[in-house]
């Protein structure tokens, strides 16, 4: 009896700040060892060699000649008017189209098979024509701003399974 009331009477003691720097000291110590882990591990995933990488490759959509594709549908053997126009579009690839009102927007286009660039709304695309305007899945192209569109690239139609 003597002893539950010593216990009972006797202020309670606390040692809560040498467990915050137990805490702090754990926290800095994990969190330097998985800054190390992810060092190594990347240095290891830069020095593999690549054919141990996944690789991911996407193909180009396939090109189609449009007057084969007349002469398959039943269309007239000989050349066409719009010939000239077709041979000008083969120089162009429209990937994309931000298309803003009151910007203008931009569209990546790749010219003559090299990397596709972003070119805004009056932008000079190559030595002759310059982006004229854009809309949700196509990019107009002219001679000038002002002038009429000589050409117009749309983008593929999307595949639905």
Do not use: C
């Not at 805004?120 to 192209?141: P, T, W």
């Amino acid at each position: 009896m003597w002893i539950n009331r010593f216990y009972d009477n006797r202020p309670m003691q606390t040692h809560s700040h040498n467990i915050w720097w137990l805490r702090i000291a754990t926290f800095l110590l994990a969190a330097l060892a998985t800054a190390s882990a992810a060092y190594w591990v990347l240095k290891w995933r830069a020095n593999a060699t690549p054919g141990r990488l996944a690789t991911i490759a996407f193909a180009a959509p396939a090109q189609i000649d449009p007057q084969a594709l007349a002469r398959l549908l039943g269309g007239a053997k000989g050349g066409t008017a719009n010939a000239p126009m077709a041979s000008a579009a083969s120089h162009f690839k429209l990937f994309g189209v931000i298309a803003d009102r009151a910007k203008g927007g931009y569209a990546l286009i790749a010219v003559d098979d090299k990397a596709a660039k972003p070119f805004r709304v009056g932008n000079q695309v190559n030595d002759e024509l310059v982006l004229h305007s854009l809309s949700a899945r196509s990019a107009a192209l002219a001679a000038s701003i002002d002038g009429p569109v000589t050409l117009t690239l749309e983008l593929p139609k999307l595949a639905h399974p």
